[in-house]
């Protein structure tokens, strides 16, 4: 987490990585609890942006107001937990608000049957 001194709010970025689906449950709680903690850090009023590669499909279409019409494939259940943590923070999904190329919307190929 880095504060940056901005005008007319300061703006925090946290960097994350999620653990794959290979991981355990108690891995990703315990990013996800890592998280909550750097969150009672950031004061109210800062511009907050969390970024990072949380390894969730939130799938198509939207999700309460945390996720847009611009999801790729089916939500999984990583999905649905990345979801649950949005929407108990006011957080927005934004790669999934804006229409952009299939290519650009994933960030990540398996290798030998092209599944994203």
Not at 41 to 67: F, H, P
Not at 90 to 112: E, H, S
Request: include cysteine; charged fraction near 25%; aromatic fraction near 10%.
């Amino acid at each position: 987490m880095i504060t940056l001194t901005t005008d007319p709010k300061d703006t925090v970025l946290i960097e994350t990585y999620i653990p794959t689906l290979w991981q355990s449950d108690d891995e990703l709680e315990d990013i996800y609890e890592q998280l909550e903690e750097e969150l009672m850090k950031v004061k109210y009023d800062n511009i907050l942006v969390i970024m990072g590669n949380w390894n969730a499909l939130v799938g198509v279409g939207r999700a309460d107001n945390c996720v847009g019409k611009y999801g790729l494939g089916n939500r999984n259940e990583r999905g649905n937990r990345f979801i649950q943590f949005c929407k108990s923070h006011t957080l927005v999904i934004a790669n999934t608000c804006f229409d952009q190329p299939k290519r650009r919307i994933y960030t990540w190929t398996m290798p030998g049957n092209g599944n994203r």
